[in-house]
């Protein structure tokens, strides 16, 4: 890949939108009312607005290394609480991923530096429910329930939060867990009993 080429595609991505609609960009650039905050993986093969078919300004996006939400990381926790308090979006998602470098890196007892911290979220929910994953032996199944675990305790650190409570109270705003499967290009609902997840955490995490 040239780097150059990308100015040459943005200008061709421009007359296309152009030749549809002559006033894209000018629509485009009087604001942006998204239903929808997706947080995912910074994988390069996970390309949000592509898997979903959404177009700009009908997503607000989060990314970053194994679809994290940490209430320390100051980025998660700002994005969420501007999604939620002033775009007003009604649904959040996390989306993780089959084979996601990051879980990988977790399940393995390395030391990664940096990345330490970090997969340590991860290596949280593995011994969260390490009963259940060490009765998985074949290591492929055990690493695609990591996945799928991981996505599942990153939406309840999401409820957890004082504005998804407050706007689950006030519009019944939702969390969903996906998977995106890289080998088939499929996204599954992980089919998380938001009502039920809810019921239990506010228990000990009630903050609205
Ligand atoms: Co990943």
């Not at 979903?52 to 998660?76: K, Q, T, Y």
């Not at 032996?137 to 599942?152: A, G, H, M």
Request: glycine share 6%.
């Amino acid at each position: 890949m040239d780097i150059k080429d990308v100015f040459e595609k943005n200008r061709t991505w421009i007359s296309e939108k152009l030749k549809v609609d002559d006033s894209y960009f000018e629509n485009l650039s009087k604001g942006q009312n998204p239903e929808l905050l997706y947080i995912g993986c910074s994988d390069s093969r996970v390309t949000a607005e592509e898997l979903m078919g959404v177009n700009p300004g009908e997503a607000f996006i989060h990314r970053n290394i194994a679809n994290v939400v940490s209430n320390l990381d100051l980025s998660a926790m700002s994005v969420i609480n501007y999604a939620v308090s002033h775009l007003k979006v009604n649904h959040i998602v996390v989306c993780g991923h089959y084979y996601c470098g990051g879980v990988k890196a977790a399940m393995q007892s390395a030391d990664l530096g940096i990345l330490n911290p970090w997969l340590r979220n991860i290596r949280d929910v593995y011994r969260l429910h390490r009963e259940e994953l060490n009765l998985i032996t074949d290591e492929e199944s055990k690493y695609k329930r990591l996945v799928e675990l991981n996505v599942q305790e990153q939406c309840v650190n999401v409820i957890k939060t004082a504005d998804v409570q407050l706007a689950y109270r006030e519009r019944g705003l939702t969390v969903h867990g996906w998977v995106f499967d890289i080998h088939s290009g499929k996204l599954h609902d992980l089919n998380i009993n938001f009502t039920e997840v809810l019921r239990e955490i506010m228990e000990i995490y009630r903050l609205k």
